[in-house]
């Protein structure tokens, strides 16, 4: 089984990264920063309607600091979802700001509400962690799925990922009639060789969303990675491959149940070939962003070496052990999808 024992280094951005987030327009001047919105002066324990510790708390600013606060944190969202466009923010209010005190970038979460419907949004207010951006970054390239997000200087801003979260989809939805388990079986095996692929680590099921979407005939999933601070950093094969948590196994032991050893190896070669597809069609963004990583430190020496080993034991392939580095580990199990 695959276990993390240690907390994660948090890694600043450094030149080569912000070069990269400026060209592809992700460095966007925000009128709020991360350690602004410290300056609370109380806060309460946020319980969901079951009345159970969500291990959020709801954080209260003084009358004086409030109205501009929340006025800035609404011009972010305009940033995020709108372009800039400020007309967006005549209808919204900031309904609630939470913070996580147990991440390690310990999160504000934005809650945005329309008050001519009361439709509401989230999104995430951060310190920035290289790591994070990276995996925001490769997710974005390489996954079938689109993200928002932001950086100015130590902050950085995300979207918010709706889905079921993991644990609870386990508890709740995976023994519904309803549910078309080969369907999920056969996105599970996909969402591990993504994972596995790009080297995004710490898959767990409190750290990916179930996304489910019905159809006129079927129900299609979709499992979205939620938490990217564990891209291209632990050092053992496992933990790269969502397969190997235990917190997974409900949805392992489904997948041994319904799909057999021929599918799940033609799930496999799908998603590889989809990657390579995605590789070929953003090339200049992909190898600039694997460039600033083969600059940047990311991971400790002890971690790469083993790494490399493990790979290059996985894939007979000899050319890993000349990686100097995280980006370099990365780009070389990258290109094996290309590889016919």
């Known amino acids: 089984m695959a276990v993390i024992s240690k907390k994660k280094i948090v ?20 009128p709020i ?18 009345g159970n510790d969500t291990l959020w708390e709801t954080v209260f600013y003084d009358e004086s600091d409030r109205s501009e606060i929340h006025y800035k944190v609404k011009k972010i969202y305009a940033l995020l979802k709108a372009d800039g466009d400020m007309s ?9 700001i939470d913070l996580c005190t147990y991440g390690n970038t310990q999160p504000f979460r934005v809650r945005i509400v329309n008050r001519i419907n009361d ?36 902050t950085l801003i995300e979207e918010h990922i ?15 009639p309803l549910l078309n388990p080969i369907r999920l079986s056969k996105e599970f095996v996909k969402f591990n060789e993504r994972c596995f692929v790009r080297l995004l680590g710490d898959m767990h099921s409190s750290n990916f969303v179930i996304d489910v979407t019905p159809d006129f005939e079927e129900t299609h999933y979709r ?14 094969k496992t933990i790269y491959l969502p397969q190997f948590f ?29 990657i390579a597809t995605r590789l070929k069609s953003s090339p200049k963004e992909i190898t600039d962003i694997l460039n600033s990583m083969e600059k940047d430190v ?26 100097k580095n995280m980006g370099g580990i990365l780009r070389m199990s990258l290109n094996q999808v290309l590889i016919k």
Do not use: W
């Open 162 to 176: 709706a889905g079921i979260p993991g644990e609870q989809f386990m508890k709740q939805q995976l023994y519904d």
């Open 11 to 30: 890694y600043p951005i450094n030149d080569n990264l912000r070069k990269y987030l400026i060209k592809y327009g992700r460095e966007v001047d925000i």
């Open 223 to 236: 499992i979205r990675s939620i938490d990217f601070d564990q891209q291209s950093y632990e050092g053992k």
């Open 33 to 50: 920063h991360y350690k602004e919105l410290l300056r609370f002066t109380n806060s309460i324990a946020l319980y969901d309607f079951k």
């Open 298 to 323: 990311l991971s400790k020496e002890s971690n790469i070496e083993s790494l490399k080993n493990e790979l290059a034991k996985h894939y007979k392939n000899a050319d890993f052990l000349r990686c």
């Open 88 to 96: 967006v923010m005549q209808h919204l209010y900031v309904d609630r």
């Open 246 to 274: 235990k917190q997974n196994n409900a949805l392992i032991q489904l997948g041994i149940k319904h799909i057999t050893q021929e599918s799940m190896n033609q799930y496999q070669k799908e998603e590889r070939a989809l």
């Open 119 to 154: 439709n509401f949004d989230y999104f995430y207010i951060k310190n920035a962690d290289a790591s994070r951006v990276y995996g925001l970054g490769l997710e974005h390239l390489l996954s079938p799925n689109r993200i928002g997000y932001l950086v100015y200087r130590n």
